[in-house]
């Protein structure tokens, strides 16, 4: 008779749906009468308009609008600044359609409405569009320099923010210090690159002034509040659904041109407007984010004991700066990791440049920050004379020192950086072990023998997660169904939200995961909420639902109790029932109690004729509900976090070089990975897998290639390598449970982690294979091609 579902690997709810082709994604969403969008996209990185004539295109049969900047009236607006901070001399948001001046390849400059896809991209051609390049600022050290050419020509310089932050006093830590060295390191630009690619379908009632929306954003709410204040519509009347998404990785959760275009168009038209970016676009308009140079000064003790670090950092913030200071912000304050680090500065730089624009993706500022920290301790172990290992421990913060204050540097909640717990000795002691570290060095030796070069790398990181400000949940027991309905005002972007969910509130109402339905992503559903971003859903929007949920329980306990006649202390929820404790026959069912609850008649129900037999629930039969009641079994529940919860986890992999081709093959993977208390193992590990197969993107293949004027040289799946399952290895993963104490679940954020480490530590496994050779790696990615020419430069040892 038990129900325990939290912290079980169950199988995800949406799985069967998605699995079998039974998702619904924006493209399927039945629109027979809808037109469509097609861009007039920017061919050049930087340069100014001097002619756009639209009329050819407009006189186009089949053609139903043609809109350029001019014709937006009010409408004809800059982006929101998502997050202002002081640090901006002067933020750049985009314009929904460019002006007299465009900053990067894609931007969106006109917009074809037509009877098909097809008919738009006709009517694009018929665009005369002349105009005259100017310099594009690509390289962000060049962007830097004096008489730099510059981004945006009515503005000053290239710098996009500027913010200084120090811990103790380094000056004085590098003074003190027996060792002091520095480094340059660099990570390049990337993006999330989800299947399926971006888009909106709007459809606006005049008559009822109603405007809905299907979008694959990962905010619906953050555009239901926008579009009904820019278009004066009232906020209940805005309605944004988010259908099942083909991946969201953090690219979906920015604010873009169209998303206001298209419900826009569908007002003026009366018609419904529908936009499915190409992969093209998506390649050229939708953002990125990565590139970062940093350069690192370490001090530290005889014994390999950091006493300070002071890091300078440069971010490439592309043509406009959406998000502020967040992915800078994130790096700088992740850059001690899980080591103390008494004494640090940190001061960067964003710098605009003529490319598209940046914002958060999967890992945000964190794999720059990892790659840093870790290079750090793997070149500080050399130094002093210890192993990679040893250094590592030498520096941990301990478990008593938690909460762990790093004084005044603030995350990207705006709170000073506090880690709320942690165990990062035993974390690494069960990685060791997972990865047979200590057999590693005879398996190396066998395969020299063989003229094989295996490396073995290791990383460890810390991420802040499960930021507030807060988020909502509705939970309810269905009177029809007796099952249990949760709404959120988040989504679900294929990380398992809707059965993670689903087990919070199982856990609490004594049901299984399988009968509770999760609705995400439909403002109409949960009209308020924040995003899903910043590993915050199962924090944030899991505390909530137990709020709720416990609020449901607590009810029908109430209700049950006097439907039973027994006290509430006496009775027991579970299997979808309630129960007198030692007398399981005197029972009620959940969808009983709901019915009791709720004062409706439900004509046709056998369970409604039958809870007529319990004593009544309230005096239901009277003209009013009693003073205090409401009808219905549910509750709305809000959850707030103190601040961020900080998850870790260790990741090791063996690798293997090729030294004649420069390809580079994961032999083996094994990751520790610590979310507080774990939800649903099983997805978790899919989140940490998932994660890693980005990682090695990200360390071996993926690159946003630039040339000099600012044109994207692999804008396709041709040029631009993501891994395959055949380059992804197997992994071992385990988990360690260190509870959060700032939430009653004590639950962490892990949607993000598994690509956070992996560049730090490919990095890390190729030094150890190539150390025969003078070899330190300091920029990632890699790619056969420039780990050849590395390994064929580098001396002997
Ligand atoms: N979980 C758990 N126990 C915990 C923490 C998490 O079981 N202690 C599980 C939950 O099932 C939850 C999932 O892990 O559904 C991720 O939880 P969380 O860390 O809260 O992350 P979010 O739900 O907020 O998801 C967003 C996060 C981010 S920011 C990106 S980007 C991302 C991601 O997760 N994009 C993804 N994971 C993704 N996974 C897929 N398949 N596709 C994406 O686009």
Known sequence: ??????????????????????????????????????????????????????????????????????????????????????????????????????????????????????????????????????????????????????THTDSPGNVGAHLEQKVGDPDAAFREADVVFSERYSIERSAGMAMETRGVLADYDARRQELTVWDTTQAPLTIKGSLGSLFGIPYNKVRVKQPDIGGGFGTKVMFYPDEVLVPWAAIQLERPVKYIEDRIEHFIGSTHERKQIHDIEVAATADGVVLGLRDRFIHDTGAYIPYGIAIAQVAATQLPGPYRVPNFSVEFTAVYT??????????????QACMVIERVMDRLATEVGVDRVEIRRRNYIQPEEFPYHRGDILFADGLPVTIDSGQYDKQLDLLLETIDWEDFPAEKEQARAEGRYLGIGIANYVEGTGLGPYEGAHVQIEPTTGKVWVATGLTSIGQGLETALAQVAAEELGVEAHDVLVVTGDTQAMPWGVATFASRAAVVSGNAVAVAALEVRNKALGYAANMLEAATDDLELADGKIFVRGAPERHVTLKQVAIASNPLRYAFDDDARAATQFAPARRADGPQLPPGEEPGLEATGYYSPPHATWASGAHAAVVEVDIATGELTYVRYAAVHDCGTVINPMIVEGQVMGGVAQGIGGSFYERMAYDDTGQRRNASFMDFLVPYATEVPAMRLEHLETPSPLNPKGIKGAGEAGCIPVPALTASAIDDALSDLDVTIRDMPLDPCSLKAIIDAAPTR
């Not at 038990?2 to 079980?8: I, L, N």
């Not at 930087?46 to 004539?53: C, E, G, Q, S």
């Not at 003529?354 to 794999?367: E, K």
């Open 1 to 150: 008779m038990s129900t325990r579902v939290f912290g079980k690997p169950i199988r995800r709810n949406e799985d069967e749906r998605l699995l079998t082709g039974l998702g619904s994604y924006v493209d399927d969403i039945s629109a027979p009468t809808a037109v469509h969008v097609a861009f007039l996209r920017s061919p050049e990185a930087h340069a100014r308009i001097v002619k756009l004539d639209v009329s050819r295109a407009r006189e186009h049969p089949g053609v139903v609008a043609v809109y350029t900047h001019t014709d937006l009236g009010e409408h004809d607006i800059e982006l929101p600044l998502m997050i202002p901070h002081p640090c901006m001399p002067y933020p750049k948001t985009q314009r929904l359609l460019a002006h007299d001046e465009v900053h990067y390849v894609g931007q969106t400059i006109a917009m074809v409405v037509a009877e098909s896809r097809y008919v738009a991209e006709d009517a694009l051609e018929l665009i005369e569009l002349d105009y005259d390049p100017l310099p594009a600022v690509v390289d962000i050290e060049a962007a830097l320099e004096d008489g730099a050419s510059t």
């Open 354 to 367: 003529n490319t598209v624009p940046v914002t958060p993706y999967r890992g945000c500022g964190r794999p």
